[in-house]
């Protein structure tokens, strides 16, 4: 049985030994996953979202990925914003199972209104779940000669195994408005500060840091054409991620204002070339890309990547309408 086990660990170990958190393509529209200090960020009361990626399909058993964000600006005090996220994924044939919460904080602690510029600092708070289910496996002993079958007992005696953990994160953000027509910014943000311990059976496997650096900017090309580069780059231990693109959003309605079309293409570095398409419809923004892989997995996966789907909607808060009264007169 233990050693069963330990070549069990062993498939497991580039999920759970290098610790490497969730990716995503559409890391810029994932706000909170890129940088806490993004909680509140924006000029709405409200923000929820819904992002899934299906990755590797045409290799093994697809990888996927889903996630809900909520954040909301303070009623009375708009420099602070909080919210929070859920996750869950489900990694190859074993199905190894995270599920992960947060909670995020953030507050923009200088503001220059002549100046046009800010900076908001962000923590995260987070609680990691992962599961082990060891029927999902097969074993040599479930080989009857000709195929390995399920109706075959593999004679062990399996326990389900899970761990968790808690974690935190800071991040800081800069953004100025160079001119009417440009807006620039730039993040940082540092994820799993405490390296909690992901490991099975006794094992030490700290989650390493991740640290987020990114650079974006907004130019207003004309009254209806805009640009959105922008450069991320990603580090947790041994693994580093570079993303550079841009998107080119169209105003396609001159009746309906923030009626919008889009487009973007990245490239990740040794890895994808993605393409990116959506629209935004008034306060409604839907959007999907699809990875294009050319890395040495290509010979297997034949260049196909992920799918990956985001949807947001943001919303203020009602307005307090005064009604203005005034005394019938009385008529005889």
């Given at each position: 049985?233990?050693?069963?086990?330990?070549?069990?660990?062993?498939?497991?170990?580039?999920?759970?030994?290098?610790?490497?958190?969730?990716?995503?393509?559409?890391?810029?529209?994932?706000?909170?996953?890129?940088?806490?200090?993004?909680?509140?960020?924006?000029?709405?009361?409200?923000?929820?979202?819904?992002?899934?990626?299906?990755?590797?399909?045409?290799?093994?058993?697809?990888?996927?990925?889903?996630?809900?964000?909520?954040?909301?600006?303070?009623?009375?005090?708009?420099?602070?914003?909080?919210?929070?996220?859920?996750?869950?994924?489900?990694?190859?044939?074993?199905?190894?199972?995270?599920?992960?919460?947060?909670?995020?904080?953030?507050?923009?602690?200088?503001?220059?209104e002549k100046e046009k510029y800010k900076f908001r600092i962000g923590m995260d708070f987070g609680w990691k779940n992962n599961q082990m289910n060891f029927t999902n496996y097969?074993?040599?002993?479930?080989?009857?000669?000709?195929?390995?079958?399920?109706?075959?007992?593999?004679?062990?005696?399996?326990?389900?195994?899970?761990?968790?953990?808690?974690?935190?994160?800071?991040?800081?953000?800069?953004?100025?408005?160079?001119?009417?027509?440009?807006?620039?910014?730039?993040?940082?943000?540092?994820?799993?500060?405490?390296?909690?311990?992901?490991?099975?059976?006794?094992?030490?496997?700290?989650?390493?840091?991740?640290?987020?650096?990114?650079?974006q900017s907004e130019w207003s090309l004309n009254n209806k054409t805009k640009i959105y580069p922008?450069?991320?780059?990603?580090?947790?231990?041994?693994?580093?991620?570079?993303?550079?693109?841009?998107?080119?959003?169209?105003?396609?309605?001159?009746?309906?204002?923030?009626?919008?079309?889009?487009?973007?293409?990245?490239?990740?570095?040794?890895?994808?070339?993605?393409?990116?398409?959506?629209?935004?419809?008034?306060?409604?923004?839907?959007?999907?890309?699809?990875?294009?892989?050319?890395?040495?997995?290509?010979?297997?996966?034949?260049?196909?990547?992920?799918?990956?789907?985001?949807?947001?909607?943001?919303?203020?808060?009602?307005?307090?309408?005064?009604?203005?009264?005034?005394?019938?007169?009385?008529?005889?």
């Amino acid at each position: 049985m233990k050693k069963i086990y330990n070549i069990l660990l062993l498939l497991l170990y580039p999920f759970i030994g290098t610790s490497q958190d969730i990716h995503w393509s559409q890391i810029n529209e994932n706000a909170l996953y890129l940088n806490p200090a993004n909680t509140g960020n924006m000029t709405e009361d409200f923000r929820a979202s819904l992002s899934t990626r299906d990755q590797w399909r045409s290799v093994t058993k697809p990888y996927q990925t889903q996630t809900i964000t909520f954040d909301i600006i303070n009623k009375y005090n708009r420099k602070l914003g909080y919210g929070g996220s859920i996750l869950h994924d489900v990694t190859g044939d074993g199905v190894f199972r995270t599920i992960e919460g947060r909670l995020n904080t953030a507050y923009t602690f200088v503001e220059s209104e002549k100046e046009k510029y800010k900076f908001r600092i962000g923590m995260d708070f987070g609680w990691k779940n992962n599961q082990m289910n060891f029927t999902n496996y097969m074993f040599d002993n479930q080989f009857d000669g000709f195929i390995y079958s399920n109706y075959i007992s593999p004679k062990e005696k399996f326990i389900k195994q899970q761990k968790s953990n808690l974690y935190f994160g800071s991040g800081i953000l800069f953004t100025k408005e160079l001119s009417s027509k440009n807006l620039f910014t730039l993040g940082f943000a540092i994820f799993n500060i405490n390296e909690p311990n992901q490991g099975f059976y006794n094992v030490n496997v700290p989650r390493s840091r991740r640290y987020s650096t990114y650079i974006q900017s907004e130019w207003s090309l004309n009254n209806k054409t805009k640009i959105y580069p922008s450069v991320n780059y990603t580090k947790q231990n041994s693994y580093s991620e570079f993303i550079i693109g841009s998107k080119l959003s169209f105003t396609i309605s001159k009746i309906i204002t923030n009626n919008d079309f889009f487009v973007g293409t990245y490239l990740r570095n040794k890895d994808a070339f993605f393409v990116l398409i959506g629209l935004k419809s008034n306060r409604l923004t839907s959007s999907i890309s699809y990875d294009i892989n050319f890395s040495k997995l290509a010979k297997a996966s034949n260049g196909k990547g992920s799918l990956e789907i985001h949807v947001e909607y943001r919303w203020n808060r009602k307005l307090e309408i005064n009604l203005m009264h005034k005394k019938c007169l009385d008529y005889l």
